[in-house]
């Protein structure tokens, strides 16, 4: 027989209470609170209020322009129609597709 779950919470909590090292209940006798709670919760808020502004604004931010890339070689144009020329494409890493 399996005992109800009554008994099996006071079995626990009369076990518990006699341990050696049982110092009393689990209520703490006062809670302090600081200032750190409201401190996070702002640092939260701004920070999605800034994810919010960079989602709808970044796009519009300045970004490098080409200015300091080094002048690429011109590609010979080669026969769309030559199979080997499409191998030879991927094995560049450019996309023979487009």
């Known amino acids: 027989l399996v005992p109800s ?3 099996l919470d006071s079995a626990l909590r009369d076990a518990v ?19 750190w709670n409201l401190v ?3 640092g939260f808020v701004l920070a999605a209020i800034l994810g919010v502004v ?3 604004h970044g ?28 191998w030879k494409a991927q094995d560049r890493g450019d996309d023979p597709t487009v």
């Not at 050696?20 to 703490?28: A, K, L, V």
């Not at 200015?67 to 080669?78: I, K, Q, S, T």
Request: proline share 11%.
């Open 17 to 35: 209470e006699k341990s050696p090292s049982f110092t009393g209940g689990n209520q703490p006798d006062s809670v302090v609170t600081t200032a």
């Open 59 to 86: 796009g519009r931010w300045s970004t490098m322009s080409g200015r300091y890339d080094a002048p690429g070689a011109r590609r010979p144009e080669l026969d769309p129609d030559d199979p080997v020329n499409f």
């Open 5 to 7: 779950n009554d008994s």
């Open 40 to 42: 996070a919760w702002a």
């Open 54 to 56: 960079a989602a709808l």
